[in-house]
Protein backbone atom coordinates (compact mmCIF):
# COMPACT_ATOMS: atom_id res chain seq x y z
CA UNK A 1 0.00 0.00 0.00
CA UNK A 2 1.22 3.19 -0.80
CA UNK A 3 0.22 6.77 1.34
CA UNK A 4 1.23 10.22 0.78
CA UNK A 5 4.57 11.31 2.66
CA UNK A 6 4.94 15.06 2.07
CA UNK A 7 2.03 17.09 1.86
CA UNK A 8 4.36 19.81 0.26
CA UNK A 9 4.61 18.47 -2.86
CA UNK A 10 0.95 16.38 -3.22
CA UNK A 11 0.17 14.23 -6.16
CA UNK A 12 -3.08 15.71 -7.51
CA UNK A 13 -5.63 14.23 -10.23
CA UNK A 14 -8.10 16.24 -11.89
CA UNK A 15 -10.86 14.37 -13.55
CA UNK A 16 -12.57 15.40 -16.97
CA UNK A 17 -14.36 14.74 -19.86
CA UNK A 18 -13.43 12.15 -22.82
CA UNK A 19 -11.68 14.95 -24.82
CA UNK A 20 -10.88 17.31 -22.77
CA UNK A 21 -7.96 15.96 -21.37
CA UNK A 22 -5.11 18.20 -23.61
CA UNK A 23 -7.24 21.68 -22.73
CA UNK A 24 -7.02 20.31 -18.88
CA UNK A 25 -3.15 20.09 -19.19
CA UNK A 26 -3.06 23.21 -21.03
CA UNK A 27 -4.96 24.89 -18.12
CA UNK A 28 -2.61 23.51 -15.37
CA UNK A 29 0.14 24.61 -17.21
CA UNK A 30 -1.04 28.19 -17.18
CA UNK A 31 -1.63 28.23 -13.72
CA UNK A 32 2.06 26.46 -11.87
CA UNK A 33 1.18 23.19 -11.68
CA UNK A 34 4.33 20.71 -12.06
CA UNK A 35 4.67 17.55 -13.61
CA UNK A 36 1.81 17.17 -15.61
CA UNK A 37 0.78 13.90 -17.03
CA UNK A 38 -2.59 13.29 -19.44
CA UNK A 39 -4.19 10.33 -18.34
CA UNK A 40 -7.92 9.10 -19.95
CA UNK A 41 -10.45 11.65 -18.58
CA UNK A 42 -8.42 13.40 -16.33
CA UNK A 43 -4.87 14.77 -15.42
CA UNK A 44 -2.09 13.71 -13.02
CA UNK A 45 -0.27 17.08 -11.77
CA UNK A 46 2.00 18.08 -8.97
CA UNK A 47 1.19 21.17 -6.41
CA UNK A 48 1.35 21.86 -2.40
CA UNK A 49 -2.09 23.28 -0.71
CA UNK A 50 -2.36 25.98 -2.63
CA UNK A 51 -2.66 24.73 -6.12
CA UNK A 52 -5.43 22.50 -4.79
CA UNK A 53 -7.20 25.82 -3.77
CA UNK A 54 -6.22 27.18 -7.62
CA UNK A 55 -6.87 24.05 -9.37
CA UNK A 56 -10.69 24.25 -7.52
CA UNK A 57 -11.42 27.92 -8.27
CA UNK A 58 -9.86 27.98 -12.05
CA UNK A 59 -9.83 25.39 -13.59
CA UNK A 60 -12.48 25.57 -16.50
CA UNK A 61 -12.13 21.87 -17.88
CA UNK A 62 -12.30 20.02 -14.46
CA UNK A 63 -14.86 17.93 -13.08
CA UNK A 64 -13.06 16.82 -9.72
CA UNK A 65 -9.78 17.59 -7.91
CA UNK A 66 -8.66 14.31 -6.05
CA UNK A 67 -5.88 13.93 -3.44
CA UNK A 68 -4.92 10.13 -3.80
CA UNK A 69 -3.80 8.61 -0.33
CA UNK A 70 -3.65 4.54 -0.82
CA UNK A 71 -2.83 2.23 -3.91
CA UNK A 72 -3.54 -1.75 -3.19
CA UNK A 73 -4.55 -4.31 -4.69
CA UNK A 74 -8.21 -6.35 -4.46
CA UNK A 75 -9.63 -9.57 -5.71
CA UNK A 76 -13.13 -10.00 -3.81
CA UNK A 77 -14.69 -8.13 -1.54
CA UNK A 78 -12.81 -9.00 1.91
CA UNK A 79 -9.38 -8.00 0.14
CA UNK A 80 -11.38 -4.48 -0.72
CA UNK A 81 -12.54 -4.49 2.45
CA UNK A 82 -9.26 -5.11 4.70
CA UNK A 83 -7.60 -2.49 2.27
CA UNK A 84 -9.21 0.40 3.29
CA UNK A 85 -9.56 -0.71 6.59
CA UNK A 86 -5.35 -1.13 6.60
CA UNK A 87 -5.96 3.12 5.88
CA UNK A 88 -5.32 5.02 9.38
CA UNK A 89 -8.44 7.35 9.13
CA UNK A 90 -7.71 8.89 11.71
CA UNK A 91 -5.44 11.00 9.44
CA UNK A 92 -8.34 12.07 7.69
CA UNK A 93 -11.44 11.76 10.15
CA UNK A 94 -12.59 12.39 13.54
CA UNK A 95 -15.23 10.03 15.06
CA UNK A 96 -17.17 12.93 14.85
CA UNK A 97 -17.10 13.81 11.45
CA UNK A 98 -19.36 12.61 8.00
CA UNK A 99 -18.06 10.95 5.46
CA UNK A 100 -19.38 9.79 1.55
CA UNK A 101 -17.78 7.56 -0.88
CA UNK A 102 -18.01 7.53 -4.51
CA UNK A 103 -16.80 4.50 -6.43
CA UNK A 104 -15.95 4.18 -9.75
CA UNK A 105 -15.43 0.70 -11.00
CA UNK A 106 -13.44 -0.53 -14.55
CA UNK A 107 -13.02 -4.50 -13.29
CA UNK A 108 -14.74 -7.24 -13.33
CA UNK A 109 -14.18 -8.19 -9.91
CA UNK A 110 -17.34 -6.26 -9.32
CA UNK A 111 -20.08 -5.04 -11.00
CA UNK A 112 -22.07 -2.61 -8.18
CA UNK A 113 -20.03 0.56 -7.14
CA UNK A 114 -23.08 1.72 -4.35
CA UNK A 115 -22.42 -2.39 -2.65
CA UNK A 116 -18.19 -1.35 -3.16
CA UNK A 117 -19.10 2.17 -1.32
CA UNK A 118 -20.88 0.53 1.25
CA UNK A 119 -18.36 -1.87 1.93
CA UNK A 120 -15.69 0.64 1.96
CA UNK A 121 -17.68 2.23 4.85
CA UNK A 122 -18.16 -0.28 6.54
CA UNK A 123 -14.14 -1.18 7.10
CA UNK A 124 -13.70 2.51 7.84
CA UNK A 125 -16.45 2.99 10.43
CA UNK A 126 -15.68 -0.53 11.91
CA UNK A 127 -12.17 1.13 12.14
CA UNK A 128 -13.84 3.74 14.59
CA UNK A 129 -16.39 1.96 16.14
CA UNK A 130 -13.57 -1.13 17.48
CA UNK A 131 -11.24 1.97 18.99
CA UNK A 132 -13.75 4.23 20.10
CA UNK A 133 -17.23 2.22 20.37
CA UNK A 134 -18.26 5.09 17.99
CA UNK A 135 -18.19 5.89 14.73
CA UNK A 136 -18.37 8.47 11.88
CA UNK A 137 -21.63 9.08 10.47
CA UNK A 138 -22.59 9.55 6.45
CA UNK A 139 -23.86 11.98 4.80
CA UNK A 140 -24.09 11.54 1.14
CA UNK A 141 -24.81 16.11 0.90
CA UNK A 142 -22.13 18.34 2.79
CA UNK A 143 -19.77 15.49 4.56
CA UNK A 144 -16.85 17.05 6.25
CA UNK A 145 -14.83 14.32 3.46
CA UNK A 146 -16.07 13.02 0.26
CA UNK A 147 -13.77 9.79 -0.37
CA UNK A 148 -12.80 8.43 -3.98
CA UNK A 149 -12.63 5.29 -5.18
CA UNK A 150 -11.36 3.56 -8.73
CA UNK A 151 -11.12 -0.03 -8.71
CA UNK A 152 -9.50 -0.71 -12.20
CA UNK A 153 -8.55 -4.19 -13.03
CA UNK A 154 -7.11 -5.54 -9.65
CA UNK A 155 -6.08 -2.14 -8.39
CA UNK A 156 -8.26 0.09 -5.81
CA UNK A 157 -6.76 3.55 -5.64
CA UNK A 158 -8.13 5.45 -3.00
CA UNK A 159 -8.63 9.80 -2.65
CA UNK A 160 -9.95 12.44 -0.91
CA UNK A 161 -12.19 14.62 -3.32
CA UNK A 162 -10.93 18.48 -2.71
CA UNK A 163 -14.10 19.57 -4.30
CA UNK A 164 -17.00 18.24 -3.21
CA UNK A 165 -20.05 19.03 -5.94
CA UNK A 166 -18.61 18.41 -9.31
CA UNK A 167 -16.98 21.07 -10.26
CA UNK A 168 -19.09 21.83 -13.15
CA UNK A 169 -21.95 22.92 -11.00
CA UNK A 170 -20.25 26.64 -10.89
CA UNK A 171 -23.35 27.92 -9.45
CA UNK A 172 -24.65 30.52 -11.73
CA UNK A 173 -27.45 28.29 -13.34
CA UNK A 174 -30.89 28.67 -11.56
CA UNK A 175 -32.82 27.69 -14.51
CA UNK A 176 -32.58 25.22 -17.47
CA UNK A 177 -34.31 23.54 -20.20
CA UNK A 178 -35.06 19.78 -20.96
CA UNK A 179 -31.34 18.96 -21.93
CA UNK A 180 -28.96 21.50 -20.51
CA UNK A 181 -25.64 20.81 -21.95
CA UNK A 182 -22.59 20.42 -18.72
CA UNK A 183 -20.81 23.65 -18.05
CA UNK A 184 -17.74 21.99 -18.06
CA UNK A 185 -18.21 20.50 -21.49
CA UNK A 186 -19.81 23.90 -22.95
CA UNK A 187 -16.29 25.70 -21.47
CA UNK A 188 -14.49 22.93 -22.89
CA UNK A 189 -16.01 23.48 -26.59
CA UNK A 190 -15.89 27.55 -26.54
CA UNK A 191 -11.40 26.05 -26.03
CA UNK A 192 -11.41 23.43 -28.45
CA UNK A 193 -12.80 26.25 -30.90
CA UNK A 194 -9.48 28.45 -30.97
CA UNK A 195 -11.55 31.56 -29.89
CA UNK A 196 -9.04 34.23 -29.44
CA UNK A 197 -11.76 35.94 -27.45
CA UNK A 198 -11.57 39.00 -29.80
CA UNK A 199 -13.95 37.80 -32.87
CA UNK A 200 -17.94 37.60 -32.17
CA UNK A 201 -19.37 34.23 -30.63
CA UNK A 202 -22.51 33.50 -31.72
CA UNK A 203 -25.25 30.13 -30.20
CA UNK A 204 -27.94 31.03 -32.74
CA UNK A 205 -29.73 27.91 -30.22
CA UNK A 206 -28.31 28.51 -27.00
CA UNK A 207 -31.21 27.17 -25.04
CA UNK A 208 -30.37 28.05 -21.18
CA UNK A 209 -27.49 30.23 -22.18
CA UNK A 210 -24.59 27.98 -21.21
CA UNK A 211 -22.04 27.90 -23.75
CA UNK A 212 -22.65 32.08 -23.96
CA UNK A 213 -22.07 32.04 -20.62
CA UNK A 214 -18.80 30.03 -20.17
CA UNK A 215 -17.88 32.00 -23.26
CA UNK A 216 -18.13 35.23 -21.37
CA UNK A 217 -16.49 33.80 -18.28
CA UNK A 218 -13.25 32.76 -20.56
CA UNK A 219 -13.03 36.07 -22.17
CA UNK A 220 -13.13 38.28 -18.99
CA UNK A 221 -11.19 35.74 -17.03
CA UNK A 222 -13.49 35.32 -14.59
CA UNK A 223 -12.24 32.28 -12.65
CA UNK A 224 -15.75 29.27 -12.54
CA UNK A 225 -15.48 28.79 -9.21
CA UNK A 226 -16.33 32.69 -8.76
CA UNK A 227 -20.00 31.95 -7.93
CA UNK A 228 -19.32 28.86 -5.68
CA UNK A 229 -18.84 29.15 -1.90
CA UNK A 230 -18.55 25.83 -1.01
CA UNK A 231 -15.79 22.90 -1.54
CA UNK A 232 -15.08 20.15 -0.61
CA UNK A 233 -11.49 20.95 1.17
CA UNK A 234 -13.62 23.57 3.04
CA UNK A 235 -14.69 21.08 5.62
CA UNK A 236 -11.70 19.09 6.00
CA UNK A 237 -10.85 19.25 9.94
CA UNK A 238 -7.37 17.16 9.96
CA UNK A 239 -5.43 16.26 6.77
CA UNK A 240 -4.66 19.58 5.26
CA UNK A 241 -7.22 21.56 7.17
CA UNK A 242 -8.64 24.88 5.38
CA UNK A 243 -6.82 27.36 5.74
CA UNK A 244 -9.35 30.17 4.91
CA UNK A 245 -6.69 33.60 4.49
CA UNK A 246 -4.68 31.09 1.82
CA UNK A 247 -7.56 30.49 -0.28
CA UNK A 248 -8.52 34.49 0.26
CA UNK A 249 -5.08 35.44 -1.04
CA UNK A 250 -5.33 32.93 -4.14
CA UNK A 251 -9.24 34.43 -4.61
CA UNK A 252 -7.97 37.86 -4.60
CA UNK A 253 -5.68 36.84 -7.12
CA UNK A 254 -7.97 35.60 -9.78
CA UNK A 255 -10.65 38.05 -9.14
CA UNK A 256 -7.77 40.82 -10.01
CA UNK A 257 -7.10 39.34 -13.16
CA UNK A 258 -10.95 39.67 -14.98
CA UNK A 259 -11.02 41.74 -17.54
CA UNK A 260 -13.54 44.77 -18.84
CA UNK A 261 -13.16 44.62 -22.75
CA UNK A 262 -14.49 41.65 -24.34
CA UNK A 263 -15.79 40.80 -28.17
CA UNK A 264 -19.48 40.36 -28.50
CA UNK A 265 -21.36 37.43 -27.57
CA UNK A 266 -24.47 36.56 -29.06
CA UNK A 267 -27.48 33.84 -29.04
CA UNK A 268 -30.87 33.30 -30.26
CA UNK A 269 -33.30 31.13 -28.76
CA UNK A 270 -36.97 30.46 -30.94
CA UNK A 271 -39.05 29.80 -27.71
CA UNK A 272 -39.37 32.60 -25.16
CA UNK A 273 -39.73 30.40 -22.17
CA UNK A 274 -36.59 29.42 -22.58
CA UNK A 275 -35.32 32.70 -23.70
CA UNK A 276 -36.43 33.81 -20.35
CA UNK A 277 -34.71 30.85 -18.41
CA UNK A 278 -31.45 32.13 -20.55
CA UNK A 279 -31.70 35.59 -19.87
CA UNK A 280 -32.31 34.83 -16.22
CA UNK A 281 -29.13 32.40 -16.05
CA UNK A 282 -26.71 35.15 -17.69
CA UNK A 283 -28.02 37.73 -15.04
CA UNK A 284 -27.26 35.40 -12.36
CA UNK A 285 -23.73 35.15 -14.01
CA UNK A 286 -23.85 38.95 -13.80
CA UNK A 287 -22.33 39.00 -17.64
CA UNK A 288 -25.62 40.69 -18.49
CA UNK A 289 -23.26 43.51 -20.07
CA UNK A 290 -21.02 40.77 -22.17
CA UNK A 291 -24.00 38.26 -23.68
CA UNK A 292 -27.46 39.18 -25.28
CA UNK A 293 -30.03 36.98 -26.50
CA UNK A 294 -32.21 37.44 -29.30
CA UNK A 295 -35.59 35.53 -29.26
CA UNK A 296 -35.01 34.20 -32.85
CA UNK A 297 -35.56 31.15 -34.93
CA UNK A 298 -32.12 29.87 -35.92
CA UNK A 299 -32.86 31.03 -39.68
CA UNK A 300 -33.56 34.04 -39.18
CA UNK A 301 -31.00 35.32 -36.67
CA UNK A 302 -29.44 38.64 -37.59
CA UNK A 303 -26.12 37.97 -38.29
CA UNK A 304 -23.13 40.61 -37.86
CA UNK A 305 -20.41 40.96 -40.44
CA UNK A 306 -17.06 40.82 -39.54
CA UNK A 307 -17.01 36.87 -39.15
CA UNK A 308 -16.08 34.86 -35.90
CA UNK A 309 -17.20 31.66 -33.97
CA UNK A 310 -20.60 30.28 -33.84
CA UNK A 311 -21.24 26.94 -31.50
CA UNK A 312 -24.48 24.89 -31.72
CA UNK A 313 -25.81 22.10 -29.40
CA UNK A 314 -29.05 21.16 -31.79
CA UNK A 315 -31.08 18.48 -30.38
CA UNK A 316 -29.42 14.92 -31.32
CA UNK A 317 -32.64 13.35 -31.75
CA UNK A 318 -33.98 11.79 -28.75
CA UNK A 319 -37.03 14.20 -28.59
CA UNK A 320 -37.76 14.33 -32.42
CA UNK A 321 -39.07 11.84 -34.94
CA UNK A 322 -36.25 11.08 -38.12
CA UNK A 323 -37.86 13.44 -40.78
CA UNK A 324 -37.85 16.62 -38.43
CA UNK A 325 -34.33 15.80 -37.37
CA UNK A 326 -33.04 15.43 -40.61
CA UNK A 327 -34.86 18.89 -41.71
CA UNK A 328 -33.46 20.76 -38.81
CA UNK A 329 -29.82 19.49 -39.70
CA UNK A 330 -30.61 20.42 -43.68
CA UNK A 331 -31.65 23.60 -42.59
CA UNK A 332 -28.33 24.64 -39.91
CA UNK A 333 -26.14 23.31 -42.96
CA UNK A 334 -28.56 25.98 -45.69
CA UNK A 335 -28.05 28.62 -43.03
CA UNK A 336 -24.60 28.01 -42.90
CA UNK A 337 -23.77 28.74 -46.19
CA UNK A 338 -26.06 31.36 -46.22
CA UNK A 339 -25.55 33.71 -43.37
CA UNK A 340 -21.91 32.79 -42.17
CA UNK A 341 -19.87 33.83 -44.66
CA UNK A 342 -16.48 34.50 -42.90
CA UNK A 343 -17.51 31.97 -39.54
CA UNK A 344 -15.96 29.04 -38.45
CA UNK A 345 -19.45 27.27 -37.71
CA UNK A 346 -18.91 24.21 -34.88
CA UNK A 347 -21.90 22.20 -33.96
CA UNK A 348 -21.65 18.86 -31.39
CA UNK A 349 -23.75 15.88 -31.61
CA UNK A 350 -24.20 12.15 -31.23
CA UNK A 351 -26.25 11.40 -34.13
CA UNK A 352 -23.92 10.64 -37.30
CA UNK A 353 -26.90 10.07 -39.67
CA UNK A 354 -28.32 13.39 -38.96
CA UNK A 355 -24.75 14.65 -38.92
CA UNK A 356 -25.10 14.11 -42.95
CA UNK A 357 -27.95 16.38 -44.11
CA UNK A 358 -25.73 19.28 -42.76
CA UNK A 359 -25.01 19.14 -46.41
CA UNK A 360 -21.29 20.43 -46.10
CA UNK A 361 -18.05 18.68 -45.62
CA UNK A 362 -16.04 18.88 -42.31
CA UNK A 363 -13.02 20.56 -42.10
CA UNK A 364 -12.55 19.06 -38.23
CA UNK A 365 -14.55 15.92 -36.15
CA UNK A 366 -12.96 15.84 -32.70
CA UNK A 367 -14.72 13.33 -30.29
CA UNK A 368 -16.30 14.10 -26.91
CA UNK A 369 -18.63 12.89 -24.66
CA UNK A 370 -21.85 14.53 -23.69
CA UNK A 371 -22.49 12.58 -20.99
CA UNK A 372 -23.28 9.05 -21.89
CA UNK A 373 -23.28 10.32 -25.42
CA UNK A 374 -20.32 9.46 -27.46
CA UNK A 375 -20.55 13.01 -29.82
CA UNK A 376 -18.34 14.46 -32.53
CA UNK A 377 -17.69 18.22 -32.15
CA UNK A 378 -17.66 19.57 -35.62
CA UNK A 379 -15.90 22.62 -37.72
CA UNK A 380 -16.81 23.82 -40.88
CA UNK A 381 -15.29 26.88 -42.36
CA UNK A 382 -17.29 29.01 -44.40
CA UNK A 383 -15.99 30.89 -47.25
CA UNK A 384 -17.27 33.80 -49.11
CA UNK A 385 -17.82 32.78 -53.03
CA UNK A 386 -18.24 29.81 -54.38
CA UNK A 387 -16.26 28.05 -51.68
CA UNK A 388 -18.59 27.12 -49.17
CA UNK A 389 -16.78 24.96 -47.39
CA UNK A 390 -13.22 22.87 -46.70
CA UNK A 391 -12.06 19.38 -47.08
Known amino acids: MSTISDVSSLTLIAKTIFGLEELLAAELQKIGARDIEVLNRAVMFTGDKGMIYKSNLTLRTALRILVPIAKFEVSNEQSLYEGIKAINWEEYLDVTDSLAIDTVLSTDIFTHSQFISQKAKDAIVDQFREKYDKRPDVDLDRPTLRINLHIHDTTCSVALDSSGDSLHKRGYRDQTNLAPINEVLAAGLVLLTGWDCKKTLIDPMCGSGTILIEAALIAANIPPGYYRVDYGFMHWKKFLPYEE ?73 ERMDKDNLEELYKSIGDTFKKKYTGFDCWLITSNMQALKFVGLRPSRKIPVFNGPLECRFVKYQMYAGTKKYIK
Request: charged share 25%; hydrophobic share 40%.
Open 245 to 317: SLYQTIYDAAIARIISETPNILGGELSHHVTRKAKENIKLARVEDIVSIRESDMVDFEVPEGGGIVIMNPPYG
